[in-house]
């Protein structure tokens, strides 16, 4: 019989020691978590989460420091792949800027042939002889000169502006006045 009590006294004194290490571990653990109210690092603590967003956030700060933007447009409009009336009209006036294009040509009965020729925005009167772009103006007629680059020799005829897009043209033109009497 005492082999009984034998059993039950190592299983009590099993379970007790299991407690025992279980309250001494919560306990230690409560004392290294803690820190205490008279420490001078009591307001530098934070927690893990914490401090992984901080250095996050600097990481992030010195990335934009460091970072050189090479956009042309606001990266914060709303609609950048809709082009607004302005875009579509700048559009329309940098084509015709970078076109080489004769507008008119003056053939007086007395004097010299004058032609108008329009580059980069700006209009200029050439006469023969004169070079424009690296061309060299050889005749001027009517609606047309005959010019030399580089050896060769080509004719630039009086074109008239490319049309404006039907979203500009249409905003631009003035609604036929109808009186509503």
Do not use: C
Not at 75 to 88: R, S
């Amino acid at each position: 019989m005492e082999n009984k009590y034998i059993k039950d006294f190592v299983i009590t004194i099993a379970v007790l020691l299991l407690l025992a290490f279980g309250m001494k571990n919560y306990y230690t653990y409560q004392k290294v978590d803690q820190i205490p109210n008279q420490s001078q690092y009591k307001s530098l603590a934070l927690g893990e989460t914490l401090l992984n967003q901080i250095q996050d956030i600097e990481v992030s700060i010195k990335d934009r420091k460091s970072f050189q933007f090479t956009v042309t447009k606001d990266p914060l409009e709303q609609n950048l792949i809709v082009k607004t009336m302005q875009d579509l009209e700048k559009q329309w006036r940098e084509e015709v800027e970078k076109m080489i294009r004769l507008e008119s040509t003056v053939i007086p009965a007395e004097g010299d042939k004058l032609a108008s020729i329009a580059h980069q925005g700006k209009s200029e009167m050439y006469k023969v002889g004169d070079t424009f772009m690296g061309r060299k103006i050889e005749k001027i007629s009517s609606g047309k000169i005959e010019y030399t680059y580089r050896g060769t020799t080509g004719t630039l005829a009086v074109t008239e502006l490319p049309p404006k897009p039907e979203a500009i043209s249409k905003s631009t033109k003035k609604q036929n006045h109808v009186p509503n009497w």
